[in-house]
């Protein structure tokens, strides 16, 4: 029974830490809010010499050969940087998806370059504003020969106008499973509510799309899921501690606010929320990294409770901070966003509710 | 307890609705109608329409008609009210501080000089009001205000700095709360000036709020002078002034807000029919269908709650404090509200604007719904008021203004 | 516009809360805790002799020829000092559907009696504890030339022990509506969770049942409806009364708790639970007592946050009191029971919100 | 990480869960099986069953075999909490004060006499404990316990009143904090004692609670001598020692309660399945199918955090503050899952015992609920300890214990 994190993951949660807060101060996410495609190619760059992308990747794909547990962390300072690339897409969502369900030509082919950062991937799945997975996946590629074929858009695609290449979620009888589509994918870059990250609608007109060997979207959609809740709980920290350090320093009645009750509750309810969520959020990412037999269920827990619980955190954080938190110019606002945002990305609280019902037997 | 209303109430009811009916914006409410965008397009379509509003007499429904009012009744002011939302009319805007907050204040604590040289003006269209209460270090601490007025002969000196101050770069007018005395308790020592926006010395800065936009601005104040007869009222008094104009925040304008609200719940309603998840419209679905019903019985129950307050008024002549009750159960409704609208809009909400859900309208209004409890008064600011001048439990903190001072 | 109650209105609460404190202490009340058929018909006698239940009746039945809005502020000072009386059933619940549903005949039959106090009324409509209402009716009287039978078994049936006839929630055709026992009811009376007030099984074998005129069950469920929230003002009203003495009172580090940003925040929350509670209530109760267009919609309104949010205040009334409220001795239990009970009678808080839901066209 | 059990792990789980399987009390389980109702009924059934245990060596896995032990590894005793539940065991009732606290706080802090001489008659069930905490005036506030020991020759003389203890009419020990100095900070003249409950001057009274059963004493203590020696630990250092209690509370029952509540869950989602709404099982019914899946999630980031807990402690030695976390996570949430079922019940919950729905348990866990988020530190507390300790927030109030004595 070991429920922590090694001394070498810690080491490069530290190392992380300190670098981004030299390379992407919030002044550098800042410097992309208003432009519709953009991202740090710099950063990402940095991040590439450093071998951040190569981390989970086996060896023989140009990987380092840990393991998606050594992600966990790294993700999570990502989130609380707020880092303008596209690392959770290429390397925790589809790589990871690629790696799991891929054959091992389309592992050679594919993940060496996601591995060293010249490639982008992203994942594609949603077509509606509303459900997830399951019937509300309706693009129904069309085979010719050996030869497979996607039409139709795919939308709310993360990361879309920095991606190379897309792992698609489509259709196949009754069975839905994963495309990769390297060409022909035309990318609609659209404003999103968190304006520190890249999204788009991606449309296909007769692509080809090569399908991965596994024929189901789990376990990789699980383990994109928990990437995203371990994004999160980087960004909800982060949250917790600007609200509890504002709360020192800002005075009204002549103390400071955090020597109130209203505020000490309020913190110490985010506090709770916090552990509980790192607590769900890390268990996922062990159970569906090990493969193990409440995997999709520990997904779905993780997932249905950062979604809403952390999600009321950040609205408690806005709180906390009163008017300050409403200006364009405090960070707030943008973490806020993040949140919201990643609270309906890949399915939100009550789909993963009804996945769970659907599991224990109710 | 009747809340039936008379036939007069009713035909006052029929003669505003076809008077809106019959005068609404050319094209208001069809889909070709090029909606105003930028805070500067609102400002001049809003002008346009509340001054033909003015010219028509419903401005200052319930004012005397010695300022220029329609001298009627606080019911017919509601009706008005009702009936501009029953119409999905434009809000009024760019005069909303002038009639809901200043003009009443003026009114209350004015000299009859002050009620004639000002509040017409504000009924014609004439000056625009903006009021400056917040400063960076007064929020939760209103009486904190650090703004200083000297008296230098026959004016006072303004120096010091205000936020969150609506209209600042357009109005001509504010409703400036100062500190005129730092000798004694700090809410002892707080006046109410009205200061003339074009003034030598003043200068408003947009302030670039969540949404991106700038709806307020801060105001910077550098030896402004201001006349002496320009105070309101008696000197050291603005702290008792400024809870009327906060309380007539929450006044018949309650109301409005309340049908404001059923209007947006309504569109809710309408994405949440035309909106499909798991085969069915979201408004059937399990996961929304119970949450939209609260909504519903929530924004009913703000209604319930107006006419109590209403009726309170009625009978004696102001709102009690059970506004603050009133404020804190309508704010935090609001922020449900926004949660449930957003929820709706799904993964559309990670779009915004013109990719956005419904246009980006929800993800608007979730980001402003952190304004309703943190603004006029953040709901801990009112829980504090609520026990402590409702229910009377010791004070053993600082936060609220001591029972004593009540007004 | 006038939504507030009338002097004599508040001059008969005074009156009432003055005689059920003299007359009725929670001593009274305790009396009959462990009685399951147990209720006081001294005080009911007292009551009579105030002309209490004769109060929403018209003079020709030998009422006061008062209305159902004069009952209300009545009803919430019964509600508040937990009176062990079938008033809420007979008076204004089966009285006033008596009255809202019946023939002249039955009317002149039925009402002198409840209004003398001398008969005692109750109304059966649950058959199951989930649902209410519509389809979960399933009570089928059999017709034989002019006269009706009743035969199965109604449950949940508040003050079944104190009563001598019984209105009837039954179903002809695909039609619910009212039906009067007179006699041969067979009441099993049961153990109450709110051991304040009586309750039991009521089955008919064969029962002679008088079919009020009016075909429906509304508008008279929707009086009953409001009735009981009226009640619930009252218990919620003292409740937050209780936590805020007590907060004054009780003394722990050295302070009244009562001058804690927790308790004082917490029992802000409670007052601002009530008002909207009071205003939802007190409005249903106008709107089905003048039966005004959204009579319907607002006893839904009413009754769906009455029990969610009245529950919800209960039990931060315990909160509030900590451990002292979790002895018999302490009289909160008895509020939080009668709360929870009120919670679920006469449909839950989603079994109105569908109804509202339907109503408003979702 | 890794969460995973070992082999020899894996092994003893298939031990203990055969010993279970082989040793329940005859019949249990079963329909036919008559329960115990009365609480005497319930002392007298696990006194059996709990010596049971205690004879076969499951009573104290972890504990050394010094002190009658089994002297395995806390991962073992995980394992037996874990394998109980499993089989739906009888919970450990009447042993419960002297293996979960009485007994880590004389192993923490006792002398080695102390510990030979008081944990094997816990283990071998020869002596029952209770424990001596809150006090009428001192609930939130424990420090202001008032419970007077004062040194007379070689006896303590108590004089006081204690609350809230359980089993006190059958114990032979109380574990009982108490004052031996009123000259210094209230929490720095707290003691522990070790007291025979035979003694002359004690006097029991059981305390009707919430359910109108009496699972709680109140005992009074008049003029009892306790014979010095029976000081556990250093003099004035029971403030320390009652935190070492506290946290042993949340410690490695932590995980015994989470899977309590588990087949709590499992049992409500057998009534709401066999339980029809409008036509279908409110399993599947929109106004609890959402509620009971949230549910199952809470209860199993229950045990997730429990897992964080267990590592903190095989790591550090020793369970940290972010027990207090855990203590409001899951105080919380079982209000939350009692709330849920006694809406299960519905209309079945008007009644109670054998007229209520499920013979009335969800009515008894509805109403008991609240002991979780008032005993062992309030709600309330556990906010002021986290907001202090764990995120370092000015004090401000004088509710929580001062951060620079934590332990």
Request: charged letters at 25%.
């Amino acid at each position: 029974m070991d429920f922590d994190f090694s001394a070498d993951q810690y080491g490069l949660r530290d190392e992380a830490r300190r670098f981004l807060e030299k390379q992407c101060p919030v002044s550098h996410v800042r410097e992309f809010l208003d432009d519709k495609a953009g991202w740090s190619r710099d950063l990402w760059k940095q991040m590439a010499d450093l071998g951040w992308m190569a981390l989970p990747f086996p060896e023989q794909y140009g990987g380092l050969g840990q393991s998606f547990l050594d992600l966990v962390l790294l993700l999570g300072e990502l989130g609380r940087s707020l880092a303008p690339v596209p690392f959770l897409s290429s390397v925790a969502m589809a790589g990871q998806v690629i790696l799991a369900h891929g054959s091992e030509e389309q592992r050679a082919r594919l993940l060496p370059g996601i591995a060293s950062g010249d490639r982008i991937a992203a994942l594609a799945v949603s077509e509606q504003p509303q459900g997830f997975g399951g019937t509300s996946i309706d693009m129904h590629p069309t085979q010719d020969g050996d030869t497979w074929h996607l039409n139709g858009e795919k939308k709310y695609v993360l990361d879309a106008p920095a991606a190379d290449l897309f792992v698609v979620a489509a259709c196949v009888g009754d069975q839905n499973r994963w495309f990769v589509v390297e060409e022909g994918a035309r990318v609609t870059p659209q404003t999103t509510y968190d304006p520190t990250r890249g999204a788009g609608s991606v449309s296909f007109d007769d692509a080809v799309a090569d399908p991965l060997e596994a024929p189901f979207l789990f376990p990789g959609l699980q383990l994109a899921t928990a990437a995203v809740c371990a994004e999160m709980i980087g960004a909800a920290e982060k949250i917790l501690d600007m609200t509890v350090e504002y709360s020192k320093q800002r005075e009204q009645f002549g103390r400071p606010i955090g020597s109130f009750q209203a505020i000490k509750h309020k913190c110490a309810e985010m506090a709770t929320e916090l552990e509980a969520a790192r607590a769900a959020a890390y268990y996922a990412c062990w159970a569906v990294a090990s493969g193990a037999e409440d995997a999709a269920l520990s997904s779905h827990i993780a997932k249905s409770y950062c979604s809403d619980q952390l999600a009321h955190l950040a609205g408690e954080g806005v709180q906390g901070h009163g008017g300050i938190a409403f200006t364009w110019e405090h960070d707030m606002h943008l973490y806020l966003k993040r949140i919201k945002t990643a609270q309906v990305f890949l399915g939100d609280g009550p789909y993963h509710r009804e996945r769970i019902a659907r599991i224990v037997g109710l | 307890m009747d809340l039936a209303f008379s036939p007069e109430e009713t035909a006052f009811r029929h003669e505003i609705s076809a008077w809106i009916r019959d005068n609404l914006p050319a094209g208001w409410g069809t889909p070709e109608f090029k909606e105003p965008k930028t805070f500067e397009e609102r400002l001049e379509f809003s002008r346009a329409w509340e001054k033909r509003l003015a010219e028509a007499g419903w401005a200052g429904i319930s004012w005397p008609k010695d300022y220029g009012g329609r001298g009627t009744t606080l019911m017919d002011q509601i009706i008005f009210h009702e009936e501009m939302a029953a119409a999905r009319a434009p809000q009024i805007f760019i005069n909303f501080v002038g009639i809901n907050l200043a003009g009443p204040t003026i009114m209350a604590h004015g000299s009859e000089q002050q009620k004639k040289r000002y509040l017409p003006k504000i009924l014609d269209m004439s000056e625009v009001w903006c009021q400056g209460f917040s400063e960076p270090n007064a929020g939760s601490d209103l009486a904190n205000v650090q703004t200083k007025a000297v008296l230098d002969g026959d004016n006072f000196i303004v120096n010091g700095q205000k936020i969150w101050t609506s209209f600042a770069h357009v109005a001509d007018w504010c409703l400036l709360l100062c500190r005129t005395d730092s000798s004694v308790a700090k809410h002892k020592g707080l006046s109410y000036l009205l200061v003339d926006m074009h003034s030598a010395g003043i200068e408003p800065r947009p302030l670039k709020q969540i949404t991106g936009e700038a709806e307020f601005d801060e105001v910077f104040f550098t030896d402004v002078r201001v006349p002496r007869a320009q105070l309101l009222g008696e000197m050291n008094m603005g702290w008792t002034y400024a809870n009327t104009t906060l309380a007539n925040e929450r006044g018949p304008a309650f109301l409005a807000h309340q049908i404001r609200f059923r209007n947006s719940l309504n569109d809710l309603f309408d994405s949440a029919k035309r909106t499909m998840r798991d085969g069915v419209p979201v408004a059937e679905h399990p996961a929304f269908r119970d949450r939209l019903a609260r909504a519903y019985a929530e924004v009913e129950i703000m209604r319930y709650i107006g006419y109590r307050l209403v009726t309170s008024i009625l009978r004696n002549g102001r709102p009690g404090v059970e506004g603050s009750i009133a404020k804190l159960y309508w704010s935090e409704m609001v922020r449900r509200f926004q949660e449930t609208s957003i929820a709706i809009a799904g993964l559309g909400g990670m779009l915004d604007d013109e990719d956005g859900f419904d246009g980006g309208k929800w993800n608007r209004g979730f980001s402003m719904s952190f304004a309703q409890t943190i603004a006029a008064g953040s709901s801990e600011i009112q829980k504090n008021i609520i026990s402590e001048r409702v229910l009377g439990m010791p004070r053993g903190e600082v936060w609220a203004p001591k029972p004593k001072e009540k007004v």
